[in-house]
Antibody
Framework: QVQLQQSGPGLVKASQTLSVTCAISGDSVSSKSAGWNWVRQSPSRGLEWLGRTFYRSKWHNEYAVSVRGRISINPDTSKNQFSLQMTSVTPGDTAIYYC???????????????WGKGTTVTVS | QSVLTQPPSVSGAPGQWVTISCTGSSSNIGADYAVHWYQRLPGTAPRLLIYGDYNRPSGVTDRFSGSRSGTSASLAITGLQAEDEADYYCQSFDNNLRHWVFGGGTKLTVL
């Protein structure tokens, strides 16, 4: 059974960097069939896909247009986890941040079948 | 404003049937990209409910079903139960943005 365990600070000051980590059990961050995603939930934006990292002979990252340039998602194979870093945060980045496993061989099929419990991040 | 449009809320009495719509455009649902649905119970993480338009993951009751037509998709819930009270989200791929998008979410109230 795949489980995702999130950790990270709940409070970040404006203009600083948000950092959240997602530890994987029951699967591998280096899986050649899964992708590892970050999604956030806020009252104003609903659910918003932020980006993903995945391994297909080499590492790839893809990011949403809305946060591109501020976001970095990095795998850590030694700890079987992946992390989200978002720079220059504003109160508008206040949200619940979820990590999720993505499965599906095409962009159309791709869905998120396992989710972490979420980390509430407040930017003050 | 979300790329995929859902009604903010729907409601129904126990035992009744409700549908939740998800309206997209020619760059996502209308381009034949599949729609997936998630349920978010209060205080919990989203759960995959329907994938590939109409498929249910193991463990999801057949009271939930998905369909699509043109630039829209729908989630139907039959035999409403109090435990179905949750937020529901659709998700698809958008060819203009070149990444995945969600609907704004629909809050289901069981009266």
């Amino acid at each position: 059974q795949v489980q995702l365990q999130q950790s990270g600070p709940g409070l970040v000051k404006a203009s600083q960097t948000l950092s959240v980590t997602c530890a994987i059990s029951g699967d591998s961050v280096s899986s050649k069939s899964a992708g590892w995603n970050w999604v956030r939930q806020s009252p104003s934006r609903g659910l918003e896909w932020l980006g993903r990292t995945f391994y297909r002979s080499k590492w790839h990252n893809e990011y949403a247009v809305s946060v591109r340039g501020r976001i970095s998602i990095n795998p850590d194979t030694s700890k079987n986890q992946f992390s989200l870093q978002m720079t220059s945060v504003t109160p508008g980045d206040t949200a619940i941040y979820y990590c999720a496993r993505g499965v599906g061989s095409t962009p159309s099929d791709y869905n998120m079948d396992v989710w972490g419990k979420g980390t509430t991040v407040t930017v003050s | 404003q979300s790329v995929l449009t859902q009604p903010p809320s729907v409601s129904g009495a126990p035992g009744q049937w409700v549908t939740i719509s998800c309206t997209g455009s020619s760059s996502n649902i209308g381009a034949d990209y599949a729609v997936h649905w998630y349920q978010r119970l209060p205080g919990t993480a989203p759960r995959l409910l329907i994938y590939g338009d109409y498929n249910r993951p193991s463990g999801v009751t057949d009271r939930f079903s998905g369909s699509r037509s043109g630039t829209s998709a729908s989630l139907a819930i039959t035999g409403l139960q109090a435990e179905d009270e949750a937020d529901y989200y659709c998700q698809s791929f958008d060819n203009n943005l070149r990444h995945w998008v969600f609907g704004g979410g629909t809050k289901l109230t069981v009266l």
